[in-house]
């Protein structure tokens, strides 16, 4: 018999979830108007070859930053999300973020110059090394971040990307426009991210003096898999730029693959936005022991990242297009990689979404087990297509092992819940894909028309979605109350010390 009161806890944490998620996307997706504005200006001021040195520096850099963030990200996140009284472990994390980012940060400035000649580029090193002083602010801002999202002040951590994206546009411009060339691009990124750290610092007061009785043993239980895990997904993201590099590419090449990996960064974009609110969700909900409404989460998650799919066809059926508009003719190389490296980008959205199912499950172990050996796999395939095929194949790798990673984590969410994404919804995105990938591809269209083009295919697939009926208005309704909701109710779902 169907309890009401349950029916609407559901839909009460589904919509803080998804206003939540909404929220967060939104800020993390202003990257695409200030990522793009900043990216059209520095290829153009650097040029290929030098934008390729800084883009591979910048790379090396997120790399490593993410890496140590997601040491504790998602435990933090599980285990703030579960308790009542979560300063102490907040207090935790923080220490050991400071401890290792500025380790880490000390090691990368001293070892910058054998970098830069592993990779036969003399620039790479000084850029490294300025770019070293960004990791412990950056890691300490996401921290805090983090900890935002384990209390469920969502909208407190999506004002506080926002602004980072802005402001780190402005910066950038500026100070690259007063001559500083690239150094002043990175001088740029490092005052953003302390601007980030200092609004953060002011929604989450976290007194770093003061004692903390939690037991470190309890976090390196969930630390350990986790960041292995962790570790080995920040790698495969940018595995195929290094070794396009590293296996004989050029500058110039290297430029191209960054433009490329830019402008797929939109499905990145969700996992990042959706991923943490749905494990700290569902780590409540588990805590609760309420499984209607984790499996209830977990259905709702698989067909939000299934729908993503037409709309990668889309830029995929539209890549050319989108590269001359952007970057130019210069950087027209781009696109065939753009089409490939879009869906690859999708996958790993659904790999992100069954590590937050798997860890919040109280199993941090599968998801390294489960998608850590597409890892070294792939780095074999790559050393034996790049040489051969250059960044097309290295395109390729990357995005079969993507999907091959995605479907290893879902037969771990299958075993321990018993649920897959829906097969109707499986099919109708893929012929809605085609459908949207020939429609981009065969209507050519001049300069800035293009982004006509998009908006007119974009809603033919969401009037394909309402007419099979995988959309409903009610569905849309909801979407768009709970962000009106949300607006109305700051901070709903966070907990004070």
Known sequence: MNDPSRKRDHTKSTRHMLDGAVRVFLSESLVIPTGLVTTIFLTRSLGPENYGIYGLAVAIVVWIEFSICNIFGGTSIKFIGEAENWEPIAIKVLRLYILISTATAAALWILSGEIASL?????LGSYLSLLAVDIPIFVLSTAHRQILVGIGKFRERAMSSSVRWISRMVLIVLLVEAGLSAEGAIL????????????NRSYARIPLLKSSDFPLRSLLAYVTPLFFFAVGMRLYDKLDLFLVKALGGTADQA????????????????ALSFSPLLLSTLSKAAAGGSREEVS???RTSYRLVLLLIPFAAIVSGCSGEIVRLIFGVEYIGSAPLLSILIFGSVAAVLISVNYAVLTASGRPGLPVTLAGPIVPISAIFYFLVIPRFGMIGASCVYTLFAWAGALATMTGVYYLWGIHPPVRTVLRAILISAAAYY????????????????????????????????????????LFSGLIYGIGNTGEGGRKP
């Open 188 to 199: 740029g990124i490092i005052l953003s991210s302390l601007i980030e750290l200092i609004i």
């Open 119 to 123: 990779m036969s580029a003399p620039r």
């Open 255 to 270: 430029g191209i693959y960054v433009a490329a990996q830019n402008l797929s960064l939109i499905p990145s974009l969700f």
């Open 439 to 478: 429609a981009g591809a065969l209507w050519k269209t001049p300069g800035i028309f293009v982004i006509i083009k998009i908006a007119v295919v974009t809603a033919a697939v969401l009037a394909a979605y309402f007419v099979t009926k995988e959309l409903t208005m009610k569905e849309l309704r909801a």
């Open 296 to 298: 209830h989460l977990i």
